[in-house]
């Protein structure tokens, strides 16, 4: 049996629009709401560069990611054709006018999967801490 955890209001969510929900381990997961009140909750994380679904632009039950218009299913994470991928999808209820996630999916669900990176070694995937040194002048 699930554990559902309370999130928010459905009216805390904008209409076509999304909330961030941090998680203490992991991306945040973006909980949308559509123009008929439906709620829907996908990781943060578009499949194709990793942009951030919460910044997309929602339309039926779809979300537009905000880096390369991919077109990402609020029901199932899944890339639309010709596109191909899919983001974690998280269960998510509504009672009362009250948003619940599961919270165990919350602990658990695609903890591995990383935030884009950007600047060096970005386009290798190398996970660089770049510190320099910095020198006190020469005394003359």
Known sequence: MNEWKKICLVNDIPLLGSRRVSRPQGMDVAVFRNSEDKVFALLDRCPHKGGPLS???VFGTSVACPLHNWKIGLCDGQASAPDEGCTPRFACKVEAGEVFLDAGELATLALDL?????GPGASTGAVVDQTFAVQAPHSS
Not at 114 to 118: G, N, Q
């Open 55 to 57: 910044q997309g632009i």
């Open 114 to 118: 990383l935030a884009p990176r950007a």
